[in-house]
């Protein structure tokens, strides 16, 4: 590769990267304190920092009435906790599009590799930026892009040494499934049921292999702190399992069947449920891909291509989980079924970019490009749409004008006031942004110890107040109001907008 070549080949591949994080960050302009788990997240990295970036192992009881242990996958906390509070608090709006950004990078060099075609490589990075789910999930602080990030590191080394042989490819894969295991959760629960799915599918134990020495290394790493990681996430299951039918109920009306949903994130879950297996592809509609794929390889319109055939198998496998996960309402504990499918993305787009190139040529080449130029401007359509309405526009998810006034407020008191929030989503940035004390859990462990009051309240407000000495309610008003909850009115202490601040 001359000079000048190489030039443009470095050019091409980040262009689309800068274009993604772009699209995902310009909405903080409008709304820079979106997202509920945003402040969980930065809570966690503030303790990281506040203990020399280490991981605490001091029971954390400041401001949580329901105290624990940390018990969060300790990469992200400890790559955020070198960032001062200040700057992370500000800037956290662009820290998950910038690992994503890095994983579109990715996508241009694996499909390159695959197919030493710069363009078709563009391509797969464009209809990945543009794919609805992946652009939405990165609308604020979560460690979920570099979870993907690492999971896709982990399964193509994996795969290509599965078909190749090449030593160096089984060592890349080992090492990201290691980081796996303290970088996300869920991403690693995705990888365990791909590993158990290609003992069948490619008969290979490669990739359960991977997963136990993953496990070594990370025990060794993190000198067993993983087992608390481990017992977190098994504890959020099975909080889940007890508490799977009131998943989206409301924290104070309960299940009221004939309530029409007034959240839309609400509504879109319910019509993925009810139209799945179909409803899925408008959120990732590339995964019709290996469908297409399948199709062209039994109809001999594709040559023979056994590492495009793993990433077929890739893609449908986390389809059909994401599906039966919809439909299966026992399965929710589990992880929402839509999500799985954000597992295959970069499979699902380097599949359409080879597909759409076969159709270029064919008689079909220019059909294919009106096509492909609809999908793609739909996607932008509907990525833009659902940033302005669910980010730019948002009140339930974000710190409001209001939301800091009451913040302040609760600050200049001298006495520390012990707060219950209602809705309970609002219970870690009231930690965050106060000095008050907060019926919150410090750990997955500690959900239990809340199901008075979360995912529905069991007992009066007044009940609980006296069981666990809260001095105040935090309210949304356009979540419920004082008389839902047998509140008087008169002792309201501070309100502005619809937040309001009642003495118990």
Same mark, same amino acid.
């Given at each position: 590769?001359?000079?000048?070549?190489?030039?443009?080949?470095? &050019?091409?591949?980040?262009?689309?990267?800068?274009?993604?994080?772009?699209?995902?960050?310009?909405?903080?302009?409008?709304?820079?304190?979106?997202?509920?788990?945003?402040?969980?997240?930065?809570?966690?990295?503030?303790?990281?920092?506040?203990?020399?970036?280490?991981?605490?192992?001091?029971?954390?009881?400041?401001?949580?009435?329901?105290?624990?242990?940390?018990? /969060?996958?300790?990469?992200?906390?400890?790559?955020?906790?070198?960032?001062?509070?200040?700057?992370?608090?500000?800037?956290?709006?662009?820290?998950?599009?910038?690992?994503?950004?890095?994983?579109?990078? %990715?996508?241009?060099?694996?499909?390159?590799?695959?197919?030493?075609?710069?363009?078709?490589?563009v391509l797969a990075?464009?209809?990945?930026?543009?794919?609805?789910?992946?652009?939405?999930?990165?609308?604020?602080?979560?460690?979920?892009?570099?979870?993907?990030?690492? &999971?896709?590191?982990?399964?193509?080394?994996?795969?290509?040494?599965?078909?190749?042989?090449?030593?160096?490819?089984?060592?890349?894969?080992?090492?990201?499934?290691?980081?796996?295991?303290?970088?996300?959760?869920?991403?690693?629960?995705?990888?365990?049921?791909?590993? @158990?799915?290609?003992?069948?599918?490619?008969?290979?134990? +490669?990739?359960?292999?991977?997963?136990?020495?993953?496990?070594?290394?990370?025990?060794?790493?993190?000198?067993?702190?993983? &087992?608390?990681?481990?017992?977190?996430?098994?504890?959020?299951?099975?909080?889940?399992?007890?508490? !799977?039918?009131?998943?989206?109920?409301?924290?104070?009306?309960?299940?009221? =069947?004939?309530?029409?949903?007034?959240?839309?994130?609400?509504?879109? /879950?319910?019509?993925?449920?009810?139209?799945?297996?179909?409803? +899925?592809?408008?959120?990732?509609?590339?995964?019709? #891909?290996?469908?297409?794929? !399948?199709?062209?390889? +039994?109809?001999?319109?594709?040559?023979?291509?056994?590492?495009?055939?793993? %990433?077929?198998a890739w893609v449908?496998?986390f389809y059909v989980?994401?599906?039966?996960?919809?439909?299966?309402?026992?399965?929710?504990?589990?992880?929402?079924?839509? =999500?799985?499918?954000?597992?295959?993305?970069?499979?699902?787009? @380097?599949?359409?970019?080879?597909?759409?190139?076969?159709?270029?040529?064919?008689?079909?080449?220019?059909?294919?490009?009106?096509?492909?130029? %609809?999908?793609?401007?739909?996607? &932008?359509?509907?990525?833009?749409?659902?940033?302005?309405?669910?980010?730019?526009?948002?009140?339930?998810?974000?710190?409001?004008?209001?939301?800091?006034?009451?913040?302040?407020?609760?600050?200049?008191?001298?006495?520390?006031?012990?707060?219950?929030?209602?809705?309970?989503?609002?219970?870690?940035?009231?930690?965050?942004?106060?000095?008050?004390?907060?019926? !919150?859990?410090?750990?997955?462990?500690?959900?239990?110890?809340?199901?008075?009051?979360?995912?529905?309240?069991?007992?009066?407000?007044?009940?609980?107040?006296?069981?666990? #000495?809260?001095?105040?309610?935090?309210?949304?008003?356009?979540?419920?109001?004082?008389?839902? %909850?047998?509140?008087?009115?008169?002792?309201?202490?501070?309100? #502005?907008?619809?937040?309001?601040?009642?003495?118990?």
């Open positions: 590769m001359d000079y000048n070549h190489s030039n443009m080949f470095l &050019l091409l591949s980040f262009l689309v990267p800068v274009l993604n994080f772009l699209l995902q960050t310009y909405p903080r302009i409008f709304n820079r304190h979106f997202g509920v788990d945003v402040w969980t997240r930065l809570l966690e990295a503030d303790h990281v920092r506040k203990n020399h970036h280490k991981i605490p192992d001091q029971k954390l009881s400041d401001q949580f009435i329901i105290d624990g242990y940390f018990d /969060y996958p300790p990469l992200f906390p400890w790559l955020l906790s070198f960032i001062p509070k200040k700057t992370l608090t500000e800037l956290q709006g662009v820290v998950s599009p910038f690992f994503d950004s890095l994983q579109v990078l %990715l996508t241009f060099f694996v499909a390159y590799y695959f197919t030493q075609n710069i363009w078709l490589s990075q464009l209809m990945y930026m543009l794919t609805p789910m992946i652009a939405l999930e990165n609308s604020y602080l979560t460690p979920r892009s570099l979870g993907y990030l690492n &999971l896709s590191l982990a399964i193509l080394p994996l795969l290509v040494f599965h078909f190749n042989g090449q030593l160096m490819f089984y060592l890349i894969g080992v090492f990201f499934t290691s980081l796996l295991f303290i970088s996300h959760r869920f991403a690693l629960q995705s990888f365990l049921f791909f590993a @158990i799915f290609s003992i069948f599918y490619f008969s290979s134990v +490669v990739f359960i292999q991977a997963l136990v020495i993953g496990f070594a290394i990370a025990m060794l790493a993190t000198k067993g702190y993983y &087992l608390r990681v481990l017992k977190g996430h098994l504890y959020n299951i099975y909080f889940w399992t007890q508490n !799977v039918k009131l998943r989206f109920a409301h924290q104070v009306r309960g299940i009221v =069947r004939k309530e029409t949903k007034t959240d839309w994130v609400g509504q879109v /879950y319910s019509f993925l449920s009810v139209f799945s297996p179909v409803a +899925v592809f408008g959120l990732d509609p590339w995964a019709l #891909s290996a469908f297409g794929y !399948v199709i062209a390889r +039994v109809m001999n319109w594709i040559p023979v291509q056994p590492v495009y055939d793993g %990433l077929a449908i496998f989980l994401g599906v039966v996960v919809l439909k299966v309402k026992q399965l929710i504990p589990i992880g929402e079924g839509q =999500r799985y499918m954000e597992m295959s993305t970069v499979p699902s787009v @380097i599949l359409a970019s080879y597909l759409f190139f076969e159709l270029l040529a064919t008689p079909y080449a220019f059909a294919a490009s009106i096509v492909l130029g %609809l999908m793609l401007l739909g996607n &932008l359509a509907l990525i833009l749409f659902v940033q302005v309405k669910g980010v730019i526009q948002d009140r339930n998810r974000s710190i409001t004008t209001d939301m800091t006034k009451v913040f302040e407020f609760i600050n200049t008191q001298k006495k520390n006031m012990r707060i219950i929030c209602v809705p309970h989503q609002n219970t870690t940035m009231t930690v965050y942004k106060t000095k008050a004390s907060v019926f !919150v859990n410090a750990d997955n462990e500690g959900l239990m110890r809340i199901q008075e009051v979360y995912p529905v309240l069991t007992k009066s407000v007044k009940e609980l107040a006296a069981k666990y #000495s809260l001095t105040h309610v935090l309210i949304k008003t356009g979540f419920t109001s004082l008389e839902e %909850l047998h509140l008087n009115p008169k002792q309201t202490v501070f309100e #502005s907008g619809d937040v309001v601040l009642v003495k118990l």
